[in-house]
């Protein structure tokens, strides 16, 4: 069975820095595309930023050059790197792999809170 598990969010003072991490388990065979998600209270989710299996990456405008994600397949892993932190950053943050396995498709993980506020 495959699971995601989210690490990482917290509270924030408003430009700080936080790390999110997301790791994936179970009977893998591949993992395609990586995003990082995030949710608002009264908000539809929006996609933060992805990463293919080639490394190409993508941002909501919003958060370049403050945002960066990465992927490290051996240990099949998604990390967002947050800096700059503002409060309208503020949300639950969710992972999303496409992952090709007995039941292939898209995967997510709980969801992490991150908080900025001073």
């Known amino acids: 069975q495959v699971r995601l598990v989210e690490s990482g969010g917290g509270l924030v003072q408003p430009g700080g820095s936080l790390g999110l991490s997301c790791a994936a388990s179970?009977?893998?065979?591949?993992?395609?595309?990586m995003g990082w998600y995030r949710q608002a209270p009264g908000t539809e989710r929006e996609l933060v930023a992805s990463i293919s299996s080639g490394g190409a990456t993508n941002y909501k405008d919003s958060v370049k050059g403050r945002f960066t994600i990465s992927r490290d397949n051996t240990k099949k892993t998604s990390y967002l790197q947050m800096n700059s932190l503002k409060p309208e950053d503020t949300a639950v943050y969710y992972c999303?792999?496409?992952?090709?396995?007995?039941?292939?498709?898209?995967?997510w993980g709980q969801g992490t809170q991150v908080t900025v506020s001073s």
């Open positions: 179970g009977s893998i065979w591949r993992i395609n595309d």
């Open positions: 999303k792999m496409t992952i090709v396995a007995a039941f292939t498709g898209a995967y």
